[in-house]
């Protein structure tokens, strides 16, 4: 368990405080089927956001964590679980689907909260991602944004897992682009989510300023 202490420590440092444009860095700890004490452990050591990918994980974990840390949502989100997240998550990124925000937005206001979320961007145009196209990102903002109880803080997206880096390097500085579009006019847009353990050093150096870290922080996962 030190190991992970000394994994979040490590990297921590190597993070950049902030990213080409100025904004701070803020590091998201992908806690997926890690336990309770593990993730404890990275938030001892200096971790403040943590982020899951499925709803049982979240709940079963909920109440076993230390260190009032904010609560990210980072998987894919079926509707008919948001009930098990609203009130309780700080960030949902991967808001895909203008359904999803409907029924986030219907089940925050009968909660009476407001739920921050980002548009999660399929910026590979990949079959097996879900997400918004580029081209048609910018009505779905104007369409989600007319929703009430939820509140639009940014964007995020996955890069496709390849070895071309001119083709990375472009997807992520289009994400960039479409980001300081909508933030020209949406005082709320904060986040640039972009970059795991594999490209993360790519996605800041053209201006990601949230990233979700797994592997780097608490090694492989086993396999299931």
Not at 51 to 78: A, S, T, W
């Amino acid at each position: 368990m030190a190991m992970i202490g000394e994994n979040v420590k490590n990297f921590l440092r190597t993070v950049p405080q902030t990213n080409p444009f100025g904004e701070k860095i803020t590091v998201v700890a992908a806690v997926k089927t890690q336990s309770p004490e593990a993730i404890n452990e990275a938030i001892a050591a200096g971790i403040t956001h943590i982020g899951d990918n499925h709803v049982q994980e979240f709940r079963d974990k909920y109440g076993e964590i230390c260190g009032n840390p904010q609560r990210h949502f980072i998987g894919h989100l079926q509707t008919n679980k948001i009930k098990y997240l609203v009130g309780r998550c700080d960030l949902y990124q991967s808001v895909d689907r203008l359904p999803l925000a409907q029924e986030l937005s219907k089940r925050s206001a009968a909660a009476g909260v407001v739920s921050n979320i980002l548009l999660q961007i399929n910026a590979g145009n990949e079959q097996t991602k879900g997400g918004f196209s580029f081209g048609e990102a910018e009505q779905m903002y104007s369409e989600i944004k007319k929703l009430p109880a939820l509140n639009t803080v940014g964007l995020m997206a996955m890069l496709p897992q390849s070895d071309d880096g001119a083709l990375l390097h472009g997807l992520a500085a289009q994400m960039r682009e479409l980001y300081d579009r909508l933030a020209a006019q949406d005082g709320n847009f904060k986040y640039l989510s972009m970059g795991m353990s594999g490209d993360w050093q790519l996605c800041v150096e053209c201006g990601s300023n949230m990233i979700r870290i797994g592997t780097a922080l608490f090694g492989q996962r086993a396999a299931t």
